[in-house]
């Protein structure tokens, strides 16, 4: 049964939701200010991430729903997840009409990833995305935000304005033409 590739819950797809169920769990930490708890469950999120590619490649597991599986597990833990830990972060002493603003610079960089995952499936589908990555994959996307927030807590950058402006630059980075190896 774990290791049946027609089965939907195989081993590999078992890891990806756990990447998931991380990534929710995280999210439900983040809006009850718990960010530490989050964090550790992102950074689990990620390990669950390179876990479930390499188990499916080690006992031939993949499939197009693992695929399509995997894209959900990046939406929820290096898209949303992410997004919510540093608005939350950076809007905890704002106005409202402030948070309203940086609140709409995030649903950008949610759609942002969103269009980069649909994209990058639609590519792998027809053999395009083998060698190099197109823009900056949402994992990678995700470290960004984190580098972010550690300066955002740090006070090396105290202003969420300017934050967010480095937010704007994520979100074009992931479907831009930047051309990264892939591993």
Not at 49 to 74: C, M, P, W
Not at 105 to 113: E, K, L, N, R, V
Not at 150 to 163: C, E, G, T, V
Request: proline content about 3%; hydrophobic content about 55%; glycine content about 6%.
């Amino acid at each position: 049964m774990l290791f049946d590739k027609d089965n939907r819950f195989n081993l590999a797809n078992l890891i990806t939701f756990g990447n998931i169920s991380s990534g929710i769990i995280a999210i439900h930490f983040i809006v009850h200010g718990e960010f530490f708890i989050a964090i550790i469950l992102a950074w689990i999120a990620g390990a669950l991430d390179i876990a479930d590619g390499k188990v499916a490649r080690r006992y031939n597991l993949s499939t197009e729903f693992g695929i399509q599986l995997d894209s959900y597990a990046d939406f929820i833990s290096f898209v949303v997840m992410p997004s919510f830990l540093l608005y939350y972060a950076i809007t905890a002493h704002t106005s409202e009409f402030e948070q309203l603003i940086i609140g709409v610079i995030f649903i950008g960089y949610i759609i942002a990833g969103l269009r980069r995952l649909i994209e990058f499936n639609l590519k792998v589908e027809v053999g395009e995305a083998e060698r190099y990555f197109i823009g900056v994959p949402t994992p990678l996307g995700a470290i960004l935000l984190w580098v972010l927030y550690l300066i955002y807590s740090y006070n090396i950058i105290s202003n969420p304005f300017i934050i967010a402006l480095f937010v704007i630059a994520i979100a074009w980075s992931l479907n831009s033409n930047i051309r990264i190896r892939h591993p």
